[in-house]
């Protein structure tokens, strides 16, 4: 069983910072590429930044520049440094992930229970 616990949300002022974490646990062999997702009241579920085990990012254009993912292998966790927030930028964020198993050698992806983010003044 895999798990993805997010924190780090929560309510933050137009042009503040959060700081998102998101740790895989349980029966892992290997973390292979992880990303965050957002979805706004209304919308659909979008992409917001993507990390190779390795190390290789990408970014949807809204958030270049102002947001940065990084990981750390060692402890199969994902970050989302997210600075210049703007209201729009209010969302529900999951954090994805996809995960060898040991026990069958597949790698299925796994996603995070969500955390709230939310830019008000």
């Known amino acids: 069983q895999v798990q993805l616990v997010e924190s780090g949300g929560g309510l933050v002022q137009p042009g503040g910072s959060l700081r998102l974490s998101c740790a895989a646990s349980?029966?892992?062999?290997?973390?292979?590429?992880m990303g965050w997702y957002r979805q706004a009241p209304g919308k659909q579920h979008d992409l917001v930044a993507t990390?190779?085990?390795?190390?290789?990012?990408s970014y949807t254009d809204s958030v270049k520049g102002r947001f940065t993912i990084s990981r750390d292998n060692a402890k199969n966790t994902v970050y989302l440094q997210m600075n210049s927030l703007k209201p729009e930028d209010t969302a529900v964020y999951y954090c994805?992930?996809?995960?060898?198993?040991?026990?069958?050698?597949?790698?299925?992806?796994?996603w995070g229970q969500g955390t709230q983010v939310t830019v008000s003044s």
């Open positions: 994805h992930a996809q995960v060898e198993l040991p026990s069958t050698f597949r790698t299925d992806g796994y």
């Open positions: 349980g029966s892992i062999l290997r973390v292979y590429a």
């Open positions: 990390i190779s085990r390795g190390g290789l990012t």
